[in-house]
């Protein structure tokens, strides 16, 4: 897809200086311009490749005033980064405006689906789905029984959603996603084997929540699983039967939270946390990576370290722990001076 430089002009609400009806189809970053791209300049530090870039077109803002000659045709605008975050979003609709129902794909006939929708080749939309206006679901997707999805919700392409689960309206799905699977619920017999619980609940996603890539959010024993509005999950997290997360809260790639803890809103979670089930985790807390939380903690702690501490006391730890050869072969020099004078 093409655009020329007097249309982006128009979009941004830029000035153009050089030729309007320049083409471009593809984004770059400055340095790596090549003719037919569009680039941006925001940074002071990238200034001077905006005099070497072979991008067809920078967006750049209104107070810089070239000291040499450009190339590329200029869309002079008030804050370049923000016009250029504002047209990757529209880049990005763009993208995925997609409309209609590829072949093959099998949707019940009891399924009740919305306007302006997507519905990808071979994907599969179960008995009694309700799909809301505007959704797009992309190629290879599995739709299980009972499922509803909200409207403008983009579930990408291998997702699968198991029966009864509640997604609301604005979310994205992200590609090998898994929800609704059942939670790990096993009780032991009297022979030392395992017997499976039925895990008969689901799972509900409320509005404006990110799923990452490969994230699994697993179904209620009862009840449901319940991530809040607002939510944003990395790629690779597992969130297991019962877990609830409030509302925007926002965590990285592969944590794992057992079963049945409930994590309030506003939180921040680092990159490979470890969450023990049953317990409960407060508003506004802040997890740093690869801590293990093995307590409830109360609102607005900040913990770090596996078990975790507060933050503070980690730092203060780790001055001893990095310095713990040296404490201890100071001590064993005071025990033989000791042991020397007796």
């Known amino acids: 897809m093409k655009f ?5 002009a128009g979009i941004l609400e830029g000035d153009i200086v050089g030729n309007p009806d320049v083409e471009v189809s593809r984004l770059s970053k400055i340095e790596e311009g090549t003719k037919g791209s569009l680039t941006f300049l925001s940074n002071p530090k990238y200034t001077s490749y905006i005099y070497t870039t072979k991008a067809s077109v920078a967006i750049v803002n209104k107070s810089f005033i070239p000291e040499q000659a450009i190339s590329a045709t200029l869309i002079k605008v008030d804050d370049a980064y923000k016009s250029f975050s504002k047209l990757l979003e529209y880049y990005n609709q763009v993208k995925l405006n997609k409309t209609g129902t590829e072949q093959p794909s099998f949707i019940s006939g009891s399924a009740k ?3 302006n929708i997507y519905i990808g080749a071979f994907s599969y939309v179960g008995d009694n789905v309700k799909i809301g206006d505007n959704v797009k679901i992309f190629p290879n997707s599995y739709i299980g029984d009972n499922v509803t999805i909200g409207d403008n919700t983009i579930v990408f392409a291998g997702t699968k959603i198991y029966s009864e689960t509640l997604i609301g309206k604005n979310c994205v799905i992200n590609s090998g996603s898994i929800i609704g699977a059942d939670g790990f619920g096993f009780a032991p017999n009297e022979k030392g084997e395992y017997s499976k619980v039925p895990q008969i609940g689901n799972v509900i996603i409320e509005d404006f929540v990110d799923v ?3 994230t699994t959010i697993d179904r209620a024993t009862l009840g449901s699983t319940i991530i809040r509005k607002g939510v944003k999950l990395d790629n690779q997290i597992q969130i297991a039967h019962n877990v609830e997360i409030g509302k925007n809260t ?4 592969q944590t794992g939270i057992a079963g049945s803890t409930k994590i309030g809103e506003n939180c921040q979670i680092g ?7 049953h317990i409960t985790i407060g508003n506004n807390v802040k997890i740093q990576a690869q801590s293990g939380i093995g307590r409830n903690v109360k609102d607005n702690e900040i913990l770090q370290g596996s078990p975790a501490l507060s933050y503070a006391d980690y730092n203060k730890s780790y001055v001893y722990f990095k310095n713990l050869p ?3 072969k100071g001590i064993t020099e005071i025990e033989k001076k000791v042991d020397g004078n007796n």
């Open 4 to 8: 020329t430089a007097q249309q982006i």
């Open 113 to 115: 689906i919305g306007g």
């Open 212 to 214: 990452g890539a490969g």
């Open 250 to 253: 926002v965590i990285a790639a």
């Open 271 to 277: 990159g490979q946390v470890g969450i023990v089930g």
């Open 326 to 328: 040296k404490i201890v």
